[in-house]
Nanobody, 125 residues
Framework: QLQLVESGGGLVQPGGSLRLSCAAS????????IGWFRQAPGKEREGVSY????????DYADSVKGRFIISRDNAKNTVYLQMNSLKPEDTGVFYC??????????????????WGQGTQVTVTS
């Protein structure tokens, strides 16, 4: 059945870059809005970025605006999060999720119906 699988996390120095992938199976990713979230130890899960169904809007948390870029490759059924100029406060488990409703804003986890298992991003010197 449907799956979302995150990959691309790892250990990186401040100022470095990582590219996260969210690969979907069992459904056509282009037909759904996809959000990226992160969760640091002891903190709530927070929205990082969002891309609407194919051709739609993108948005970013203020804390990552200008540093991160979200994109799609529909042929690969994959959404990417290019993360540049990484900071220690970016550290956490990053999750992608499939949006199911529009009663709340994209950064509210309640609007997503399926989540991947997450990939760890650690930014440290």
């Amino acid at each position: 059945q449907l799956q979302l699988v995150e990959s691309g996390g790892g250990l990186v120095q401040p100022g470095g870059s990582l590219r996260l992938s969210c690969a979907a199976s069992g459904f056509t990713l282009a037909n759904y809005g996809i959000g990226w979230f992160r969760q640091a130890p002891g903190k709530e899960r927070e929205g990082v970025s969002y891309i609407e169904r194919s051709g739609g809007m993108t948005d970013y948390a203020d804390s990552v605006k200008g540093r991160f870029i979200i994109s799609r490759d529909n042929a690969k059924n994959t959404v990417y999060l290019q993360m540049n100029s990484l900071k220690p406060e970016d550290t956490g488990v990053f999750y992608c999720a499939r949006r199911s409703g529009y009663g709340n804003s994209w950064w509210r986890p309640i609007v997503y119906d399926y989540w991947g298992q997450g990939t760890q991003v650690t930014v440290t010197s």
